[in-house]
């Protein structure tokens, strides 16, 4: 079985920072990147960052400059810091496996979990 746990969100005001982690068990076979993913109410889930399994990074253009996505020396774990928080960043944040599965597509496993909300209100 694959399980992928999200924690650290919270609520924050706008300009503070969270911490997210991203705990991975089981076995993830074709792992191209570890990637961060959010939903707000009403809207399609979004990648907002991602990192590879050589250490390549990839943001959305909302949270660059931002946001930074990082990963334990085990590689079970992933992080994201954000800081500067926005209310616009007010989402349940996810982490997935992502795979290549053309020679143009990289995709999410379908292994998502309960994620972790993020609120950034005053």
């Known amino acids: 079985q694959v399980q992928l746990v999200e924690s650290g969100g919270g609520l924050v005001q706008p300009g503070g920072s969270l911490r997210l982690s991203c705990a991975a068990s089981g076995t993830i076979f074709s792992i191209y990147a570890m990637g961060w993913y959010r939903q707000a109410p009403g809207k399609q889930r979004e990648l907002v960052a991602a990192i590879t399994s050589g250490g390549t990074t990839n943001y959305a253009d909302s949270v660059k400059g931002r946001f930074t996505i990082s990963r334990a020396n085990a590689k079970n774990t992933v992080y994201l810091q954000m800081n500067s928080l926005k209310p616009e960043d007010t989402a349940v944040y996810y982490c997935?496996?992502?795979?290549?599965?053309?020679?143009?597509?990289?995709?999410?496993?379908?292994?998502w979990g309960q994620g972790t909300q993020v609120t950034v209100s005053s």
């Open positions: 997935n496996a992502d795979r290549v599965i053309s020679s143009t597509q990289i995709v999410p496993y379908n292994y």
